[in-house]
């Protein structure tokens, strides 16, 4: 693992970009929660989205269905979490201003 991890709830295009800046000490888990797998594969591989995926099936029939999505209160989307080499989280955010200020917090580490 790098000195900074980012966790992203959902697929994010400008990730693979994040990735190329900070390559020497990002790490990325991405999180899709989504009701189909496989287009979740498509986008992963057409944006080489090569860093560690984990898919949780959306269920709209039981939208409380995924422990993980209710523990870490996820209610938009992307939502992005920064936890330093200690596994302390240093930023919590969602949408567009969450891009500038992890980029704001990268060049500060």
Excluded: C
Aim: glycine content about 2%.
């Amino acid at each position: 693992m790098g000195d900074i991890s980012i966790v992203s709830i959902w697929v994010s295009l400008w990730l693979p970009k994040l990735k190329y800046e900070y390559k020497n000490n990002l790490s990325i888990l991405s999180i899709a929660y989504d009701k189909n797998k496989q287009n979740v594969i498509d986008y992963t591989l057409k944006n080489e989205m090569n860093w560690v995926q984990i898919f949780i099936e959306k269920n709209m029939r039981n939208r409380n269905n995924s422990n993980i999505i209710n523990q870490l209160r996820i209610t938009e989307y992307p939502t992005l979490i920064l936890i330093d080499n200690s596994n302390k989280i240093i930023f919590r955010g969602t949408g567009i201003m969450a891009i500038q200020n992890i980029r704001n917090i990268l060049n500060i580490h």
